[in-house]
């Protein structure tokens, strides 16, 4: 049993594409606020649960100057972001993006960038963000408008630069040093923080685990987490096997568990380095591979901006209920990305915003998995897949709060063609037992979509409605029957 951390339920706001400029900000747009915020955009992603976002990159932090994004607006230089090859105009930076996570009620984790840059500008932007008063850079963000410092608690050591992709690519030697004299330096400033030091950017890494060791071996004392991100995608119409794309990610984490206890082991020390899942999510990224980059330079460009069908919705349940279970270790959280980019939140500029499908899985478990989450012992039938060998085709966590005495079961059915009995057992509580709710995601059409024009095609649906029948119960169990793929 570990308590569910409200970090679990992290996105991810990157300078990339359309999700800062016609995604979170949009001067101009009919629901613009006074700050040029998107008011559609700020109401889905208060509803959307999000705790934590990650800001300013990705890819994107590693060729990025902080000091660009501050000041006056007019001063501000137009940049190349080498990293989608696009224009930055360095209209957002810092201070407006604090002001809009403030409006979304979600705490801030920032990336340094240590790809092009080093110890001296990380305790710098350090410095602008949470030093109170009286020194060069404080006072400039007060005389930018900020009076109090921002107090950001969370910091990422630099983005995937195991990846030869990374603008400063290193070695896991040469980023284990930089990372670990940063991390030292941003301790003697401000001895609490918590600080992240990248992992590999997958487990298809040449370097997957040896990375992390080497990196560890250096910063152990001075970091508390090391990052993880992974992508799925179904590959050649594959369906069975990505729907089983959370077995790689418990693989994934209990692998970089043991690589970091390891490490811990050799080092003879007590203390534990636990998981920043800081990017996550379904991505068609043999897609993105396989297309050219674009050859003009554009200020925000639409770039990966994925549509996500019923099936990619089941997918994304299944990765949270495997973060969850792993709530020991996995403290932070990051759904990559908030806005257009494999985003939950779509917009069109001047237009309207909507849910995509993966929108509701993320909401309903942000909202319900309170409390404790519970050892959850699964029997399930199994099958076969070419990705990830045997895999149940149920796999469910559950969640109690003990304040309230609610119980919350987060299930998904794998099974692409039937649907399948679901028993939950609940012997273990001596309470009285009553179904509150249950919420159902699925569809006739495992491919279906949702647009601007049909926004709520896919959502959850109170099971009841749903032609698979409703929730019962005897005694201490409850039965329902899952759809397939839901
Ligand atoms: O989220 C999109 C990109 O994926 C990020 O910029 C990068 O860190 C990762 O490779």
Same mark, same amino acid.
């Given at each position: 049993m570990a308590p569910v951390n409200r970090r679990t339920f992290g996105s991810f706001v990157e300078h990339m594409g359309r999700c800062v400029y016609t995604g979170i900000y949009e001067p101009g747009h009919p629901s613009a606020d006074?700050? $040029?915020?998107? /008011?559609? =955009?700020?109401?889905?992603?208060?509803?959307? %649960?999000?705790?934590?976002?990650?800001?300013?990159?990705?890819?994107?932090?590693?060729?990025?100057?902080?000091?660009?994004g501050v000041g006056p607006r007019e001063q501000r230089p137009r940049r190349r972001d080498l990293a989608w090859r696009s224009i930055e105009t360095n209209e957002v930076g810092i201070d407006e993006f604090a002001k809009w996570a403030e409006k979304a009620g979600t705490e801030i984790m920032y990336a340094v960038n240590l790809g092009t840059r080093g110890v001296q500008e990380a305790l710098d932007v350090h410095e602008y963000l949470n030093h109170p008063e009286g020194t060069a850079l404080s006072e400039r963000r007060r005389a930018n408008g900020a009076e109090k410092p921002y107090g950001i608690k969370l910091w990422c050591l630099g983005n995937e630069l195991d990846g030869p992709w990374q603008t400063g690519h290193k070695t896991a030697e040469e980023y284990g040093l930089l990372a670990a004299s940063t991390a030292r330096a941003l301790k003697s400033a401000e001895p609490d923080l918590e600080l992240v030091a990248c992992g590999s950017s997958s487990s298809s890494m040449p370097t997957? $685990?040896?990375?992390?060791s080497t990196v560890l071996e250096h910063a152990y004392d001075v970091v508390e987490y090391v990052s993880c991100h992974a992508y799925y995608e179904e590959h050649d119409g594959d369906? $069975?096997? !990505?729907?089983?794309?959370?077995?790689?990610?418990?693989?994934?984490?209990?692998?970089?568990?043991? /690589?970091?206890?390891?490490? $811990?082991?050799?080092?003879?020390? /007590?203390?534990?380095?636990?998981?920043?899942?800081?990017?996550?999510?379904?991505?068609?990224?043999?897609?993105?591979?396989n297309a050219p980059l674009p050859s003009e330079w554009e200020v925000a460009p639409r770039v990966i901006e994925d549509r996500y069908n019923v099936a990619d919705a089941v997918v994304v349940g299944n990765l949270l209920i495997s973060l969850l279970r792993h709530s020991?270790?996995?403290?932070?959280?990051?759904?990559?990305?908030?806005?257009? =980019?494999?985003?939950?939140?779509? /917009?069109?500029? %001047? %237009?309207?915003?909507?849910?995509?499908?993966? !929108?509701?899985?993320?909401a309903r478990t942000a909202a319900l998995a309170k409390g404790d989450v519970l050892e959850t012992r699964i029997d399930s039938p199994t099958y076969q897949t070419a990705r990830y060998g045997e895999a149940a085709l149920v796999d469910?966590?559950?969640?109690?709060?003990?304040?309230?005495?609610?119980v919350t079961v987060f299930v998904v059915n794998r099974d692409v063609t039937d649907p399948v009995e679901f028993t939950v057992d609940l012997s273990a509580f001596d309470q009285p037992l009553v179904v509150a709710d249950s919420w159902t995601l699925t569809d006739d059409d495992v491919r279906a979509t949702n647009t601007s024009d049909t926004p709520d095609r896919v959502t959850l649906r109170p099971t009841s409605d749903i032609s698979t029948g409703a929730v019962t119960t005897e005694g201490r169990t409850v039965t329902l029957t899952l759809p397939r793929v839901s």
């Open positions: 006074e700050d $040029g915020f998107r /008011t559609d =955009v700020l109401a889905l992603a208060r509803e959307l %649960g999000v705790t934590m976002i990650r800001y300013p990159g990705g890819n994107f932090v590693s060729g990025y100057r902080w000091e660009d997957f $685990g040896a990375w992390e369906l $069975g096997s !990505f729907l089983a794309s959370a077995v790689d990610m418990d693989h994934f984490v209990t692998s970089i568990v043991a /690589t970091a206890d390891a490490v $811990g082991a050799r080092l003879k020390s /007590t203390k534990k380095i636990n998981l920043s899942f800081d990017e996550w999510n379904v991505w068609y990224l043999s897609r993105f591979q020991d270790r996995v403290t932070a959280a990051c759904q990559a990305q908030l806005v257009n =980019v494999i985003a939950p939140i779509m /917009t069109e500029p %001047g %237009g309207p915003a909507w849910r995509q499908t993966i !929108f509701h899985p993320f469910a966590v559950a969640t109690h709060d003990a304040t309230t005495g609610d």
